[in-house]
């Protein structure tokens, strides 16, 4: 009899017959078969081995957070992201990691991320002077377009022109495009290899790296201070007392913008959404953001005053995590509470699953803010996950709960949201993207 003991066992062929409507989207299959089979399941895959699938909060936790050093990231989030956005802080594993995530971590403070956070409120307020308002807009471009902004400038403040930002802008994209491609259909990488289109990924790779190692040298040279996040990285330090080479800096830039910029973007059209189709909750966003106008304070202090805010993004990115799944691979045998894995069992932890278990959550397909309320939220706590968890918690959860905060409010504030359907379309890619989401805005 054999040593390991695996979740209930989905039968392979199962798996193979919906195969071409999981490419499309597994949402709906995960879903059947944790309800069928339970929390936790596992299929053998003749190519991968055992791979386990769960929405149990607490095996969630246990591959993240109690047993970190015994799980690892896999191939998908090191080996094929790396390729294409560098070795930084989400794609690398071990000591590496470690010693740059002590290094980096310190930039993103919360005490840090406080001086930023003018940065952050200006660009917020420019890029929603530039929305015109219109009936059905589509709001995901918009916050695409805001949520990179907002990173660039925390980034390089105001050293890097327009235009350069804008090519940057489009690489990334193109990029961030081709992983999705390669990783939903790997048999087809040959194929894109022989068309030349990996060689083309590659020249944008190169190119992108070149702006940002201008802008790193330009940064070096000069001896004034910018305050921002180039800044800090530029002055972090290691043990020894030396710093990050431009390579090791532009890595970590470039995974700064890929994992920071479309996240946000999603989790904000989800919200922006969600209010606009719940009038009661609407009402009371409107109340809290009329109650701030009444007063003149710092943007530091209107983000202790968004309460009400705080809790619809939450609720928003309970229901639409944008980071919708997760994965680790042990590197030896482990028990994980009734079960016995064997070494390089891939675990994934389905957030999106988790966060509306039924277990977990009553009601767990509504929206409901309040959940969050300061009386409310302890309880609910150990199963929302949208950060992550353990020691490769996001290192941007502060900094993206203060933009979207304050987008939220400045939308709220400039326009009179509102919207008629009641349907909210979503693609699980590498993260959650909305899917011609459209809301209508008046100027108040
Ligand atoms: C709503 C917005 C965001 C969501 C939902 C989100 C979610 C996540 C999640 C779930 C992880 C952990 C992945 C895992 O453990 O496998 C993560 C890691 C990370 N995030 Fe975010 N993120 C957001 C915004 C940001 C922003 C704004 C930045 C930076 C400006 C950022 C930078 C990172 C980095 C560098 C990591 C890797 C950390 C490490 O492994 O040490 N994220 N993010």
Redesign the pocket.
């Known amino acids: 009899m054999s040593k390991y003991k695996y979740p209930n066992r989905v039968p392979f062929y199962k798996f193979l017959l919906k195969s071409s409507s999981i490419a499309k989207n597994p949402i709906p299959f995960h879903n059947e078969t944790f309800n069928t089979y339970g929390d936790t399941i596992s299929i053998k895959s003749p190519f991968y081995g055992y791979i386990v699938l769960t929405r149990d909060a607490a095996i969630a936790k246990h591959i ?1 957070q109690k047993k970190h050093k015994v799980y690892h ?1 896999s191939k998908i ?1 090191t080996k094929y992201l790396s390729k294409y956005v560098g070795y ?3 794609t690398s594993n071990d000591e590496y ?1 470690l010693q740059q ?1 002590r290094l ?1 971590q310190p930039a ?1 403070h919360k005490e840090k991320i406080k001086n930023l956070v003018d940065i952050i409120n200006a660009t917020v307020n420019e890029q929603v002077d530039l929305i015109k308002p219109e009936t059905a807009i589509d709001l995901y471009p918009i916050m695409n377009e805001l949520a990179f902004e907002v ?1 660039a400038k ?1 980034l390089f403040n105001f050293s890097a022109e327009k235009e350069t930002l804008k090519r940057l802008q489009f690489i990334i994209a193109r990029l961030q495009e081709f992983i999705v491609k390669e990783l939903r259909q790997p048999f087809t990488k040959l194929w894109y290899w022989l068309k030349g289109d990996v060689r083309y990924h590659m020249k944008l790779v190169k190119e992108s790296r070149e702006i940002i190692n201008s802008i790193i040298d330009q940064r070096r040279a000069s001896n004034k201070q910018h305050d921002d996040l180039l800044d800090m990285l530029l002055h972090a330090q290691y043990e020894d007392g030396t710093s990050m080479t431009n390579d090791q800096l532009i890595d970590e830039i470039l ?2 913008f890929v ?3 479309e ?2 973007a ?2 904000l059209t989800f919200t922006l959404k969600l209010i606009a189709q719940h009038n009661e909750v609407l009402k009371k966003v409107e109340a809290e953001v009329e109650q701030l106008s009444q007063q003149q304070v710092s943007p530091l202090q209107e983000l202790s005053q968004l309460n009400y805010i705080k809790c619809c993004v939450e609720e928003s ?1 309970r229901l639409y ?3 919708w799944i ?3 691979v042990n590197v030896e045998d482990d028990d994980m509470g009734n079960y016995n894995l064997k070494k390089g069992t891939i675990v994934g932890a389905s ?1 999106f699953e988790i966060h509306r278990n039924k277990e977990y959550w009553s009601n767990s397909e509504q929206f409901k803010p309040d959940r969050f309320l300061e009386e409310n939220r302890k309880k609910i706590l150990p199963y929302y ?13 502060n ?2 709960m203060y ?2 905060m304050l987008v939220v409010k400045a939308i709220v504030k400039r326009f009179i949201i509102s919207t008629d359907d009641n349907e909210i379309k979503m693609n699980p890619l590498i993260t959650l993207k909305p899917i011609g989401v459209k809301i209508s805005l008046e100027e108040r």
Not at 385 to 397: E, H, K, S, T, Y
């Open positions: 993240l990231k989030q930084g802080l989400l990691w995530r980096i993103f990173v925390s995974i700064l994992a920071g910029h996240t946000t999603n989790a990115m995590p944008p980071a997760t994965d680790r957030i996950m949208p950060f992550g968890a353990g020691p490769r918690l996001c290192i941007g959860n900094f993206a933009e979207m």
